[in-house]
């Protein structure tokens, strides 16, 4: 008996998770203003708020109440330059993934991120069924890592297939002044601790559409396979 030939085969790569990376030029006084209104915008609420210190810093005090800053409704020229730059790497983002080029963000949340030593974030997404993108803009890094080994506040991406890959891994970013990343809100990542003495500071921020194109990809019918 021979053996039957196969009419067709085809390799699928699936499950790609996309991100965006934008680095930008000419920002370092916008990331002076940056930080000095993220400073300040500390101080205030330690002010008010009088936080309690915790030890280990899972979150600084500061970002522990994100939900409360309002970011982008503060009063200052560097924080609406930084909403427009979100909003551009968004819409380039979504025409690029998506091919979808309306698609315009309806609301932009954000929150400011201060670390010092021994300050870390722990695994988390960022969806709870309405964001489409969020995303990290670094003002000031405080150390820049070395190498991938040398983790002092980098941001990690974990593999969204799970503990069970035996492929799986993870992605490290080093805190580079200037860069945004964007990423699926669903994606979980981790802050690692900060080591060094430097401050590190970052925006964080959820893009909101009225159309959340994530619900239109939950199901792909598989490419028929041609005959032979």
Not at 175 to 195: D, E, I
Request: overall charge positive; hydrophobic content about 35%.
């Amino acid at each position: 008996m021979t053996t039957p030939g196969a009419s067709n085969d085809q390799l699928l790569l699936e499950w790609a998770t996309p991100l965006f990376i934008v680095t930008f030029d000419g920002v370092d006084d916008l990331n002076r203003q940056l930080a000095q209104v993220v400073r300040r915008k500390e101080k205030e609420f330690a002010k008010r708020a009088k936080p309690a210190k915790h030890t280990p810093q899972y979150w600084s005090h500061f970002s522990a109440f994100h939900y409360r800053q309002d970011l982008f409704a503060w009063e200052d020229e560097s924080i609406a330059t930084l909403k427009l730059m979100i909003t551009d790497a968004a819409q380039r983002f979504t025409s690029t993934y998506f091919g979808e080029s309306g698609l315009v963000p309806t609301r932009i949340a954000g929150w400011a991120n201060i670390n010092r030593v021994g300050d870390w974030h722990g695994p988390h997404n960022h969806f709870s069924g309405d964001q489409c993108l969020s995303g990290v803009y670094w003002v000031q890094n405080g150390h820049q890592p070395s190498d991938v080994f040398d983790l002092d506040g980098s941001l990690v991406y974990m593999d969204p297939r799970g503990y069970g890959c035996p492929a799986r891994h993870e992605l490290v970013f080093g805190p580079q002044p200037g860069r945004m990343l964007l990423q699926p809100s669903w994606l979980a990542h981790t802050v690692t601790p900060k080591r060094s003495t430097g401050l590190r500071i970052s925006i964080a921020f959820d893009i909101f559409f009225k159309r959340n194109p994530w619900w239109d990809t939950k199901a792909r019918l598989c490419p028929t396979l041609g005959s032979r």
